[in-house]
């Protein structure tokens, strides 16, 4: 997982399953992880839709603005 939540060392499988094809390439669009040693689900991810090559509004990874900082009072 994470190192700065827990250092543990764990022993990780990765599985992808209900492959389709998207643009001519086989994508999975579920995976999710075990923990080996106690067969506990870490996480899953569901995929919806994949676009390859889409249009993307660069605005979309502009940082927001800062909030004004409080006047001292």
Excluded: C, H
Aim: hydrophobic fraction near 30%; avoid cysteine; proline fraction near 7%.
């Amino acid at each position: 997982m994470y190192p700065d939540i827990d250092a543990t060392k764990q022993r990780l499988e990765d599985v992808s399953d209900d492959s389709r094809p998207v643009d001519g390439v086989q994508r999975a669009f579920r995976s999710w992880q075990n923990d080996l040693d106690t067969g506990k689900r870490l996480q899953t991810v569901t995929i919806r839709s994949i676009e390859t090559n889409a249009d993307i509004d660069l605005q979309v990874f502009q940082l927001p603005e800062r909030p004004a900082e409080p006047a001292d009072t």
